[in-house]
């Protein structure tokens, strides 16, 4: 079935090289995600080789630990890792089809490496965003092709979470669009068209979860009653657990864009302001004796 607001899937074009901005916490999984399902070439790219090395890595283990749990064979295993390379040339991209930034969170960053990316691609290579929350018709204004950048949001882990948000910018075009679709099948992954608006749909959801818990402990009740309270209604994670996981700073920076766009219903958080300055990596930290609530930010608040 045709997921809504999907073009016709024979406008899609075909990928044979994708290219990933970015070797950190997405980008790397991403370039796992892209090179397991689709087998074709996967070139990684950041600001100095000692990232790009860390993100090949980080494909190279995943894809080992596939092979520990035999779901891979040595062979296959092998040849997984030898389609995934990276360079810090972007001129390395000049075969990609599909090219996916997942680099530090502000629109000025995106709208750079987007630009400098053109320079070296064809006109048709799609570009996608996995920005969190920032506008997808923005971050193409300035383009010689912006009709071919369109959001394409993943949820961490990659591996394991089926979501895709896929964001139709004012001018992306249907073969965009449709492209986007047919590589989201590919990879799996259940795509759902969102209205190019600050935070698309989960992030607001996220946000707002994220905020209230917050809320709660500001206006007096223990951090682990405020958080625990959503758990028996089946969540695997609790909003301050997926803190973490998500990272302070881009819960921080998806709310900061939330509170510009709607000051009323998205309020930020002092609390979440204080973790980030204090570069801690969440309100619970997991030590031998389980997850405890790490004093210095219980003292931060
Ligand atoms: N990479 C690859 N695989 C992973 C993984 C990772 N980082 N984390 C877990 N897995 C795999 C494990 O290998 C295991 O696979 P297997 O069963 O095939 O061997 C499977 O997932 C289950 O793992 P575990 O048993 O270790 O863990 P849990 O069952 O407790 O699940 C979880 C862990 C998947 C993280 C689960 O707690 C969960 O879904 N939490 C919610 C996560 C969430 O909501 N993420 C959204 C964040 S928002 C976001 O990313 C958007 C951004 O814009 C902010």
Redesign the pocket.
């Known amino acids: 079935k045709r997921p809504a607001g999907a073009p016709d899937k024979s406008l899609a074009r075909k990928i044979s090289g994708v290219g990933i901005v970015g070797a950190g916490l997405m980008a790397s999984?991403l370039a796992m995600l892209f090179v397991k399902q689709l087998k074709v070439p996967v070139i990684l790219t950041d600001i100095d080789q000692e990232r790009i090395d860390k993100g090949v890595g980080y494909v190279h283990d995943?894809i080992d630990k596939l092979l520990a749990?035999g779901r891979l064979s040595p062979d296959g295993a092998n040849r997984l890792k030898a389609l995934v390379t990276g360079s810090l040339d972007k001129a390395a991209f000049a075969k990609t089809d599909f090219v996916i930034e997942a680099v530090f969170e502000n629109m000025d960053v995106k709208k750079k490496v987007f630009a400098e990316l053109e320079e070296h691609i064809s006109p048709e290579t799609v570009l996608a965003t996995n920005t969190?929350s920032l506008s997808i018709t923005e971050m193409a204004a300035d383009l010689e092709h912006p009709e071919r950048v369109v959001g394409f949001?993943?949820?961490?882990?990659v591996?394991?979470?089926p979501l895709l948000e896929v964001i139709k910018g004012e001018q992306t075009d249907d073969e965009t669009l449709a492209t986007a679709f047919a590589t989201a099948k590919a990879l799996k992954k259940s795509a759902v068209l969102c209205a190019d608006l600050p935070g698309f749909v989960?992030?607001r959801l996220?946000t707002r979860a994220l905020g209230e818990v917050m809320n709660a402990v500001d206006e007096g009740t223990p951090f682990d009653v405020a958080d625990n309270a959503i758990t028996e209604l089946g969540m695997?994670?609790t909003p301050l657990a997926?803190l973490a996981?998500?990272g302070p700073a881009?819960?921080l920076h998806?709310g900061e864009t939330l509170h510009a766009a709607y000051p009323e219903r998205f309020k930020p958080s002092p609390g979440l302001q204080a973790i980030v300055e204090a570069r801690k990596t969440g309100v619970w930290t997991w030590t031998d004796q389980g997850q405890v609530i790490d004093p210095e930010v219980a003292a931060l608040w």
């Open positions: 999984q995943e749990k969190s949001h993943f949820f961490n882990p591996a394991v979470l989960f992030n996220l695997p994670m997926l996981l998500v881009v819960a998806t």
